[in-house]
């Protein structure tokens, strides 16, 4: 099943919500990034979050996550954009710990203190950033209490990642319920209540579940109404005219002790990994356009 995210509502306009599978996003971050098992399942909720939370922006419009935590995993960032186009890194991708309770202990390696922010870059002279206090790590629960402090939406979000015995990414996905301001308290314990008797989020997309029945699955089957469905995959907008012009930028001074200490320079993309290369004669070059 190609990656993809789907955008419904019931039929009594009570919620807003979107499911995606994201088991290729995972699989290409574990695979660019080398992670061990807990950091890629981390690493692709946040990826999950990131194109749940980007479904609603317009055009060249960007969001950003950072998850800021005091585990082994450092810091974990995130960008996605409104045409389902996502890319992440963890800050310490090897950091792993033992599995708790038989699964990965995605809230220790996160770590159960520090911040979550959230940049909405919508073409205003600023961006917009909302931030609230790690609530346990686990990532989905801190989106979720994100839209109830930060928003002011009451939200049921759910991030999974499996992890196949041979470390790669057998399934990964999730979903977002916000309500609307009609829905009252019964319209919110009948939600919570669907969503707590479902199997976890990973185990549904591993059986073969799609994000449309997900949505139904949560929603009611008689009552989903999907509105959208679009394509979402791993994409970074690296390349190497954009880090020569980083390179340009750093000025003649820098360029030349580049030049002078080494053959050749390197610059790795964090977000994807991709590493670009340098030699002399096109430092060169780049310090002539520097001085220029």
Do not use: W
Request: aromatic letters at 6%; a negative charge; charged letters at 25%.
């Amino acid at each position: 099943m190609s990656d993809y995210l789907v955008v419904g509502t019931d039929k009594k306009d009570y919620f807003r919500a979107y499911a995606a599978v994201t088991t290729g996003i995972a699989e290409e971050a574990r695979r660019r990034h080398g992670t061990s098992p807990t950091a890629s399942a981390a690493l692709g909720r946040a990826l999950t979050a990131g194109v749940l939370m980007s479904a609603n922006l317009k055009g060249d419009d960007l969001l950003t996550i950072r998850i800021i935590g005091d585990g082994p995993i450092g810091v974990l960032v995130v960008t996605s954009d409104s045409a389902g186009n996502v890319r992440g890194y963890a800050q310490n991708p090897k950091a792993d710990l033992p599995s708790r309770d038989g699964k990965l202990d995605v809230g220790r390696l996160v770590g159960e203190n520090g911040e979550l922010y959230v940049t909405k870059n919508m073409g205003l002279k600023d961006p917009y950033t909302g931030s609230v206090p790690i609530v346990s790590g686990e990532i989905g629960e801190d989106i979720a209490y994100y839209y109830a402090k930060s928003e002011q939406t009451p939200s049921a979000v759910a991030l999974g990642v499996l992890v196949d015995t041979d470390t790669t990414v057998r399934a990964a996905g999730g979903y977002l319920v916000q309500a609307f301001p009609g829905a009252g308290a019964d319209e919110l314990a009948a939600l919570e209540e669907r969503a707590l008797s479902l199997p976890s989020i990973s185990s549904l997309i591993n059986e073969g579940a799609a994000p449309e029945d997900i949505l139904k699955m949560l929603l009611g089957e008689q009552d989903f109404v999907e509105l959208d469905r679009r394509p979402v995959g791993f994409l970074c907008r690296c390349s190497r005219e954009k880090i020569e012009q980083v390179l340009i930028g750093m000025g003649e001074k820098e360029i030349r002790e580049i030049i002078q200490s080494r053959k050749r320079a390197e610059i790795r993309c964090h977000f994807c990994n991709e590493t670009y290369y340098f030699e002399k004669h096109e430092m060169e070059k780049l310090l002539e356009e520097a001085k220029s």
